[in-house]
């Protein structure tokens, strides 16, 4: 029975390893296919990213001024979505490092959203605003200053 199952395990691994140099060549041209590929596919900016954040932090402002939590609770969730996408994306930019800095604001957002709490959210989102400043100060983006009015 030994003997059956060695004899078994020696032809399976004789027939795994009987690949030709033609069958490596084939795998190497999908490789260097799926390379050139890679090598081209759309990879979002930075900018465009920040750009889709402001644009949701202005509508997260006036879903909450308005007192529409279900709209906000959707624009904080797709800021944090883009924040991901930065990270995911342009994780090799000095910028992506200081994201994290404004997460305390965006759970105390997301908190007074939670709660439906006018006071709280404008003041959470203030602060919000604040530290996305503080962050463009750090990245010497400091032109690019989100202005309460």
Not at 70 to 98: C, S, V
């Amino acid at each position: 029975m030994k003997s059956v199952l060695l004899f078994s395990l020696v032809i399976l691994f004789v027939s795994c390893n009987s690949s030709s140099p033609k069958d490596y060549k084939t795998l190497q041209k999908r490789i260097d296919s799926i390379e050139t590929v890679l090598k081209t596919t759309y990879k979002p900016g930075f900018g465009e990213l920040m750009g889709s954040i402001q644009t949701h932090h202005a509508k997260l402002w006036f879903a909450g001024l308005h007192k529409n939590w279900k709209l906000a609770g959707f624009e904080i969730h797709e800021i944090n979505e883009a924040l991901e996408a930065i990270k995911k994306y342009q994780g090799d930019r000095k910028e992506t490092a200081f994201i994290s800095m404004i997460n305390p604001s965006i759970d105390s957002v997301s908190n007074a959203i939670e709660k439906e709490d006018i006071t709280l959210f404008k003041k959470s989102y203030r602060h919000l605003t604040n530290d996305c400043n503080a962050c463009h100060q750090k990245t010497e983006f400091e032109f690019n200053n989100l202005n309460l009015a």
